[in-house]
DNA sequence: AGCCAGGCCCTCC
DNA sequence: GGAGGGCCTGGC
């Protein structure tokens, strides 16, 4: 089913830049397990091109369009963040990149596992988590699997995790799982909810610190204003903008920085920033 | 062999 | 309140 749209969109750049975790590149199709379904999609002239499986296509569509937030105004946004040139040059290099709109339990899951890790292993801990605890999702001789539902993980409990390799995060999966299941919080609430509601909701959350509350935020709760501070993003703020090194942030100052710094969008500047500086390598 | 990875958490000062 | 060390495991 055929998409149309205005506007760029760079669907190498968005799916591959290291915020979701399951896709995977045949030709120029990528192919990934949302909404339930086996997803695959292109890019083409008139926007994107997807199939679905399962579920109708047209029943898949609204989702889709969410999941890649064909709704934000690129043009808008990058006018709004284009404070310097360290940043205009990033907008320039990789112009049509957007974050994603991805469903927040398996975003959530995702980012715990992010921790002190890299994302080829991040990548093999989503999809063995699927494939141990989701359903089968057939498709022509193909197998992917959903990723599990909150209950299952809940119940799963700590040790089938650790044997698939999540190491001390097993145990914060399993612990976040149990506190969710038990109606501890509503993660989708948490769409409507204010960015700072949010991010103290999410931290209560073992395993769940600033900087994973922030990638659950941009990536899944739509809080543009997200500003996840990494390693690369450290390197990337004292390296690019002086002002950070003259006053010596400390990486737990950076955040609101970079908030106040490049406004409501700074989500975005962060995903550009991110890239670039990632692709540069230590 | 030893260090580090897209952090978090706990302890101690 | 913030600096320092431990943590699973895999890759270089």
Redesign the pocket.
Known sequence: MQIEFEGTYDLTSTLE???AFRWRRDGDWYSSVIFNNNVKIRRNRKGVEFCSSPDDELALEPLVRGYLRLEDDLDGIYANINRDERIGESIKRFTGMRILRQEPWECLVS??C?????????STNVEDISTKFGRAIRVNGDVRHTFPTVDVLAEAGEQPL?DL?????A??VSATARIIAEGGLDLFALREASYDEALESL?A?????????N?IMLFSLDKLEAF?V???IDRALREWYPAVAEKKL?K?AMRPWAQDYFGRYAGYANQYL?HGR?LQG?
């Open positions: 830049c290291g915020q980012f715990i992010s921790a002190n890790s890299n994302i080829g292993r991040i650790r390799g999540l190491g001390f995060r145990k914060y931290v959350l073992p395993g769940i610190g600033d900087k994973v509350a990638c996840p990494d390693v690369w400390t737990k991110f990632r230590k």
